[in-house]
């Protein structure tokens, strides 16, 4: 017969992602009471599932990209893809989907852990309920922390829920890459996935439902994609409606779509966003409504602040919906953890966003888009400068697609904004970040000498135009 147990703790943190567990261990070493508990694997999506076995195959599809770059430029190459070292790359890194070291790690750091499913019973009271069916009903003297991250979110197209389709989990895991692959939604996931598959062989058809790849980034962003994956071979559909989903044994997937047109391939991979369930989390103990895309939270990542000796309810990570990074989860914790401990410090600030789509040419971008610039009326300038134009770029030969684009506002004389797409990106970024975060003055950076020949160089140029 299942069980009910009772406990009190300091602190009750429910999720155990990246930010999760960074607060759960700092709280426990700060000498607080901590209960954690998580349902599925201590570290979240990031480590199994996300962002370190997405980028392992990306690092293998560039290799063979790379390779295959040989002949014509540094003598011969016959590149033949394999799948199996990634899949075994990926199975170790996640150690076979099994988190012992990282509650070992947790635990090791003072944490009282609990495998199961949170879910607020009052505002101090979280109901943990294992997999038998035992509840644990913990009350919480000072603080919950709720974590809980994200899951795909799929789309209610007709048929859809009938089919084996794959999400990014299912992607992760597989021991050979698929013949041909449907992917549905040309944003991060989409197109890191579909890259790294078609690099390896797969016949990859991406379909997206707004005009543009990544839609929330600059459009420069996506005519480069649109170029390079077409050049990959991927066919790229954007303002694409897909009415319904059929799956046959044998013939695999078929996407119709609104004028009669049909796509087929022997796999689906649907990533088409993310969403939080804050009706499992039980978001209305809290007077929050449970069908809201994310929880409130002010800037201090309160969702209802302590008063009057009652324990106070944080939140971080994706379930904020500030930006589904693995960063952003972890800046947030840092947050969470002094606002707990009474340390003070910077309250959470979103003007320099960073984010990475890990794509070759990586699109690198922080802050403001253009677009988003514009919309809130500040005075904008832009400048855009070409990599393939630059002297990196000829160094570079092939593979050198990508610009710098920044944002800046000329009333406050600083950037607000800025795209660096192309090979590193990512890396390039961190100069566009910094200048962004600390909002260094346009005359200042202007002052600044770019090495040569560096991608980065391009920040100079794109600035000059800026004026
Ligand atoms: C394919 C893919 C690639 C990605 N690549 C990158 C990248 O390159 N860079 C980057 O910054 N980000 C990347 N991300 C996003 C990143 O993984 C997430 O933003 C990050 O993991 C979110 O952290 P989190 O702390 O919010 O929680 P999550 O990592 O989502 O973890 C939440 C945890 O809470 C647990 N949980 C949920 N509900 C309950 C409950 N009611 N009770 C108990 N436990 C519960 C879950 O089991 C899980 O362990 C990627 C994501 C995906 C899917
Ligand atoms: N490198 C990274 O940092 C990284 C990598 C992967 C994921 N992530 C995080 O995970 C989140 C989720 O990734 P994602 O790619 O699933 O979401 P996303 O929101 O980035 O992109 C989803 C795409 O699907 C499209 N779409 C939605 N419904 C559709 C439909 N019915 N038909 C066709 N297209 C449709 C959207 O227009 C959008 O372009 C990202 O927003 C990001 O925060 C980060």
């Not at 893809?81 to 170790?92: F, G």
């Not at 013939?251 to 993310?274: I, K, M």
């Not at 929050?288 to 971080?316: C, M």
């Not at 944002?407 to 961190?430: H, I, K, N, Q």
């Amino acid at each position: 017969m299942a069980a009910v147990r009772a406990d009190t703790a300091d602190v009750v943190v429910v999720g155990l992602g990246p930010g999760g567990e960074e607060a759960a261990g700092r709280l426990a070493e700060a000498g607080l009471d901590v209960v954690a508990v998580d349902e599925g694997l201590v570290g979240g999506e990031c480590p199994y599932y996300g962002c370190i076995p997405s980028k392992i195959m990306v690092r293998s599809a560039d290799l063979l990209a790379e390779g295959r770059r040989i002949t014509g430029h540094a003598g011969t190459a016959m590149v033949h893809p394999d799948w199996r070292p990634v899949a075994r790359t990926v199975r170790e890194a996640t150690a076979d989907w099994d988190d012992k070291i990282a509650v070992d790690r947790l635990v090791g750091r003072g944490v009282r852990f609990l495998r199961g499913t949170g879910r607020l019973t009052a505002r101090e009271e979280v109901t943990v309920a294992d997999a038998d069916g035992n509840e644990t009903v913990v009350h919480a003297r000072q603080a919950v922390v709720l974590a809980v991250g994200s899951e795909p979110a799929v789309p209610p197209i007709p048929g859809l829920a009938r089919t084996p389709y794959w999400t990014s989990r299912d992607a992760i895991r597989v021991d050979e890459a698929p013949r041909s692959l449907l992917v549905l939604g040309g944003g991060s996931i989409g197109l890191e996935l579909g890259q790294a598959f078609c690099r390896f062989g797969t016949a990859v058809t991406v379909v997206e439902g707004t005009q543009r790849l990544l839609p929330r980034e600059e459009p420069e962003a996506h005519e480069l994609l649109l170029k390079v994956l077409t050049e990959d071979g991927i066919e790229v559909h954007t303002s694409a409606r897909v009415e319904s989903v059929d799956y046959q044994e044998g013939t695999g997937f078929t996407l119709y779509g609104e004028r009669g047109d049909r796509l087929v391939a022997a796999r689906l991979l649907v990533a088409t966003g993310r969403r939080s369930d804050l009706a499992k989390l039980g978001a209305l103990a809290i007077e929050v409504d449970d069908e809201a895309p994310a929880l409130p939270v002010d800037e201090r990542l309160r969702v209802v602040p302590p008063a009057s000796g009652r324990p106070g309810i944080w939140a971080l990570g994706d379930v904020t919906g500030k930006g589904a990074y693995t960063h952003m989860s972890m800046y947030q914790a840092d947050v969470v953890v002094r606002g707990i401990l009474g340390e003070g410090g910077p309250p959470a600030a979103y003007h320099a966003v960073p984010r990475v789509t890990f794509t070759e040419p990586e699109i690198g971008a922080v802050g403001l888009t253009e677009r988003e610039a514009r919309e809130r009326g500040l005075v904008v300038r832009t400048g855009l400068a070409d990599l393939a134009a630059s002297a990196r770029g000829l160094t570079q030969q092939i593979g050198n697609d990508g610009f710098v684009k920044l944002v800046a506002d000329m009333l406050s004389g600083v950037l607000v904004g800025g795209t660096a797409a192309g090979p590193y990106g990512g890396e390039v970024l961190g100069a566009l970040s910094v200048a962004v975060h600390a909002r260094v003055p346009l005359s200042v950076l202007r002052g600044q000498i770019w090495a040569y020949p560096t991608f980065h160089r391009a920040i100079g140029d794109a600035l000059g135009q800026i004026g």
